[in-house]
């Protein structure tokens, strides 16, 4: 019976995720009133999973098609070397679906800046992350093979770089400031990506200034 109870509840969890992700889809921004109704739950049992839309969104966000990490057969048909490829196949994994599923991840930054603004002014350690690690774990993974071949400093920097051009920012600041359609978009966060690849091996290969 307890193993029932803990299914149904897994259920009804995921229905309501599954319910918010549809109203999403439609471009609505539900309340979680609205997603209960839509989840054909009480409004009570939708709220005893989620306390507020912020908890409920990153749930969402959590859900989405992309794994926490690659998988291990994310860059299977690349050179191991094919550091330019791997960055290309996580912009095309990471960053083109956020403009398939646009609402949503609308959604999920008015989720991320409420928590960021309910914590602020709290100890530090009371803090929930407001981001999951999901593309600085994907990029990591792309740029392995410069470990060792980059300097530590240089590895650091175009992975830090590399993060502003795929992700929740990149998408609302393609489509609101650049006022780019999504195919053009794509084809332009992948192209920063490639700059700051190319930029970044052409300096390691460039000899140390002499002192």
């Known amino acids: 019976m307890e193993s029932g109870r803990i299914n149904q509840k897994a259920r009804t969890r995921q229905a309501v995720v599954d319910a918010a992700l549809a ?41 989405g098609k992309v794994p926490p990490e690659p998988p291990a057969d994310a860059f299977a048909n690349l050179a191991d070397d094919d550091v330019a490829g791997r960055v290309d196949a996580v912009i ?12 949503l991840w609308r959604n999920v930054v008015v989720a991320t800046m409420q928590r960021w603004f309910a914590q602020a002014g709290k100890p530090e350690d009371e803090h929930a992350p407001v981001r999951s690690e999901r593309r600085m774990t994907w990029i990591k993974a792309a740029l392995q093979p410069l470990n060792g ?20 920012e990149a998408m609302i600041t393609l489509r609101d400031v650049c ?7 794509k084809q ?9 690849v190319n930029a970044a091996l052409e300096e390691g290969a460039q000899p140390a200034a002499a002192l």
């Open 179 to 185: 006022h780019l359609e999504p195919d053009e978009a």
């Open 149 to 168: 071949r980059l300097a530590e400093d240089s590895l650091r920097r175009l992975t830090m770089a590399l993060a502003l051009t795929v992700g929740t």
């Open 188 to 196: 332009t966060m992948l192209w920063a990506a490639r700059a700051l």
């Open 92 to 103: 095309r994994m990471i960053g083109w679906w956020m403009f398939d599923e646009e609402a």
């Open 23 to 63: 109203l999403a889809r439609e471009g609505k921004s539900p309340t979680i009133t609205e997603v209960a109704a839509a989840a054909r739950v009480s409004i009570p049992t939708a709220y005893r999973y989620f306390s507020d839309p912020q908890e409920l969104w990153l749930e969402v966000a959590l859900h």
